[in-house]
């Protein structure tokens, strides 16, 4: 006659169970941690940093977007700019207004105060004397931002 299997496992099958069981439930809480662990975020962009990468993100509309609305654009970013990095509230006054309260302290060089001046200026002339602007305006607008920006740099076009 045949005999039945004989069982050589040194360990019974419900601890082979049990043994496997836990280690995947191990396993799963391991997994579960390190996805739940809190990510180390990356820091804050600069007020520069950021923009600069919006003055970049612009550059590619200067030919889609009328110079008018593209003097408001580059102006708004600049005014953000300097709002957020000097803390001056270029966003609530006019050209005129920021301009005049440079000549008593500011924190720019000649340079810069001579670049914002020229700056504002060119885009007060498009935006409310309605000057027929082109696009060798915006780019230069966009150039002399960019300059502002980077700290007088010379603007790589």
Known sequence: DIAPPVDYSLWPTWA?????????????????????????????????????????????????????????????????????????PVTRQTSVEFLTGLTSSSPFSEDDKSLLTDFLNRCDLIKFARYEAT??????????????????QLATV
């Open 16 to 88: 082979v169970f049990c043994a496997v069981f836990i280690a995947l439930s191990l396993i799963g809480l391991i997994v579960w941690w390190i996805a739940r662990r809190p990510r180390k975020t990356p820091p804050p962009k600069s007020a520069r940093e950021q923009a600069l990468e919006r003055l970049d993100r612009i550059r590619g509309e200067i030919e889609v977007v009328s110079p008018y609305e593209f003097s408001i654009r580059v102006s708004d970013i600049l005014r953000r700019y300097v709002t957020e990095q000097y803390s001056l």
């Open 135 to 152: 696009i060798e305006d915006s780019r230069l607008l966009l150039e002399e931002a960019t300059r502002f920006v980077k700290g007088g």
